[in-house]
């Protein structure tokens, strides 16, 4: 099974760039010359410098010794919560703004559910010197306000979003806008691998790294660079592309999805997408998505901003439907006991989003001989008001 | 393919006036009087928007029109059911506008077909690419002589119009400039894109939208191309309330007032 995109960004069924004329110039070139400019030598020097120095990688493959104990099989967490800024989404933050800086653009902007996107966005603007603006929705500005904080202090201005749900989704709908309205002088830092052709393949490939570096330090670890299970949760899917993308082609890999439940599948209130989702076009691209059936878009819910979105990438859309990932769901409160969990077992609080993932555990049977890594996409001090809230007094 | 719009153009003796309005606002059942309103009072064109949660080329404006509609219960269903009531009434051309993915859902072929029946003349989908267009729908639209209109900006290269020219049809949506709706435009800089836009000689006639509010802009862009295209400045005066025929008059009124008669076209 093939799955890279072919020439008009399609993986199976899903992808494409249903993006209206204004924005067609800026999608074109970044179609033409994304691959050129990623596989440059010069342009992966810089990057690799940056993601060594500033980003701190490689990040440890941890062997979590608790955990293993207590469902008696290996189980190793890929620790995005050490990346500079908390989680995974500055590898793309750094690739994208490179890129953008090859491109001749001069401003910046971006959308932000949990605020780590954006905060990553407006890390790397401070560290090239350009403007920033990023979008987030008014709901996800009072629950993650000091990640809002963060990007006011490196100097980004961030636009409250009250259309919708406000939330991710609302957040993703002005910055095209915004992209639309200034498509001359701006890139459009995508945070996940959403959005219109060339984006979930870029985002993928900038965020490939986890799987790269998961690889050789396996390798080092057991001798074997194959784990049997690689699990992730999936917002719009970034931190699993990047954990997966080596992977995809080891069919004896299990790779594992989880999406966030909300307060259960049928509650009427969750971002499950593949299991609550049809296809559909969203933010540019065709993949699954949650919506009526007169095709309007349904504002989901979860406890996790990062993960409250109602579709997800073509990427795991074709993963979903070719079966070569399986995917799973943890509810909001199956996500804070799994949090819970593992700040007390391991002594690391995860990021709500991660805490999905780690829910995973109690949903498979393990073998002793299983090599289970977990991405730990970030750490969760952005979420300690809501961990308060439900902390035992 | 002889149709009400390219009838319109071959006879046309003033500048083309397309009034957009979001069907289902500002009442779900207003659609229809909008319509007869703007017949009545002089529109050419009748633009239908098909309201959607999430229309990614519009401003403030055409957004909250758009929500409106939708809390006030309107549907692609809903308005072909009205289209069809309405339609016997209507002379001049309608034109849909809508989103590609609330279209999907309902069924690209279904949609063509009872459109079609309902005296639709044409389709804009911002966000259809032509890639999707020629491989997909170009002969659906065909089939159900549905002429299909597509965008261009002042960033599209000519190439791509010509392309655009050979494919689309009824006539080409020229964006005033690359932004969304219902921004203000500089009319200097609009001169020297109409001025190139008239250079290239297209086949189909070209109406310029997104941004025009009065008299003025109307009857600039109007000495250089077929017409214009208005749909946040209406919506804004319906917004106002009141009475929906009246306050259409005053509206039109106040667009045609002196506009002039192309020089060519
Ligand atoms: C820590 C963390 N994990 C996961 C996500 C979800 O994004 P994605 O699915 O693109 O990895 C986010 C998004 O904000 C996040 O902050």
């Known amino acids: 099974m093939n799955f890279s995109v072919n020439e008009y960004g399609y993986y199976g069924n899903f992808g494409g760039a249903f993006i209206p004329e204004m924005l067609y110039p800026n999608v074109k070139q970044l179609q033409d010359s994304y691959i050129d400019i990623m596989e440059d030598p010069a342009f992966q020097l810089e990057f690799q410098q940056l993601l060594k120095d500033y980003v701190g990688r490689p990040t440890p493959l941890f062997f979590a010794e608790h955990l293993s104990k207590q469902w008696n099989t290996n189980i190793y967490l890929k620790r995005e919560d050490l990346c500079h800024t908390g989680a995974h989404k500055i590898n793309n933050t750094i690739g994208q703004v490179l890129l953008a800086k090859r491109l001749g653009k001069t401003r910046i902007i971006a959308e932000t559910g949990a605020g780590q996107h954006g905060v990553a966005t407006a890390t790397v603007c401070a560290l090239m010197g350009l403007p920033c603006v990023v979008y987030m929705g008014e709901k996800d500005m009072a629950r993650q306000a000091s990640n809002v904080a963060r990007m006011k202090m490196l100097g980004a201005t961030v636009v409250p979003v009250s259309s919708g749900s406000k939330t991710l989704k609302d957040a993703t709908n002005e910055a095209i806008r915004d992209w639309i309205n200034h498509a001359a002088d701006t890139h459009y830092i995508i945070g996940s691998v959403v959005g219109p052709h060339p984006y979930p393949d870029m985002v993928a490939r900038f965020q490939s790294v986890i799987s790269a570096e998961i690889k050789s330090q396996l390798l080092e670890r057991t001798g074997n660079e194959l784990p049997t299970h690689v699990i992730a949760c999936v917002g719009g899917g970034s931190n699993a592309a990047g954990a997966f993308y080596h992977f995809l082609n080891d069919d004896q890999v299990q790779l594992i999805a989880v999406e966030a439940a909300g307060c259960g599948i049928d509650s009427g209130k969750s971002a499950a997408t593949t299991q609550l989702g049809t296809m559909g076009i969203l933010h540019g691209s065709k993949s699954l998505l949650m919506q009526t059936a007169d095709g309007q878009v349904t504002e989901p819910h979860s406890i996790s901003a990062g993960l409250d979105y109602p579709g997800i990438g073509p990427l795991h859309a074709h993963l979903f439907e070719s079966g070569r990932a399986r995917f799973l769901w943890a509810t909001d409160d199956e996500a804070m006991a799994a949090a819970m969990h593992l700040s007390k077992t391991a002594g690391i609080i995860p990021a709500l989003e991660s805490a999905h993932a780690l829910h995973a555990l109690t949903q498979l049977e393990w073998k002793p001989s299983d090599v289970v890594v977990i991405c730990l996409s970030g750490r969760g001090d952005k979420d300690l008001d809501t961990y308060m809230k439900n902390l035992p007094s | ?265």
């Open chain 2, 1 to 265: 393919m002889q149709n009400k719009l390219t009838h319109l153009f071959e006879q046309h003796h003033r500048p083309i006036l397309n009034m957009y309005c979001t069907a289902g606002y500002p009442e779900l059942n207003s659609t229809g009087e909008v319509m007869k309103a703007l017949q009545a009072h002089g529109a050419d064109i009748i633009e239908l928007g098909m309201p959607y949660s999430d229309p990614l080329a519009d401003g403030p404006v055409i957004q909250f029109s758009n929500s409106i509609a939708l809390q006030n219960g309107m549907s692609i269903a809903v308005l072909l059911e009205q289209l069809l009531q309405i339609n016997p009434s209507m002379h001049i051309p309608v034109i849909l506008m809508g989103y590609l993915n609330p279209i999907l859902q309902f069924g690209m072929e279904k949609f063509c077909r009872e459109a079609s029946a309902a005296g639709v003349t044409g389709l804009i989908i911002p966000d259809l690419p032509m890639h999707e267009f020629e491989n997909e729908y170009q002969d659906m639209f065909l089939q159900y002589g549905l002429c299909f209109i597509f965008l261009i900006s002042p960033e599209t290269s000519e190439a791509r119009i010509r392309k655009i020219d050979t494919l689309g049809s009824g006539f080409i949506y020229a964006v005033s400039s690359s932004a969304t709706t219902g921004q203000a435009i500089d009319m200097q800089q609009q001169e020297a894109y109409l001025a190139r836009l008239k250079s290239l000689q297209l086949r189909n006639p070209i109406l310029v939208g997104f941004g025009i509010k009065d008299h003025a802009g109307f009857s600039k862009i109007s000495s250089y191309v077929q017409g214009a295209i208005i749909g946040s400045a209406y919506i804004l005066a319906l917004r106002s309330g009141g009475d929906i025929s009246t306050i259409t008059k005053e509206f039109v009124n106040t667009i045609r007032e002196k506009a002039e008669l192309p020089k060519t076209n």
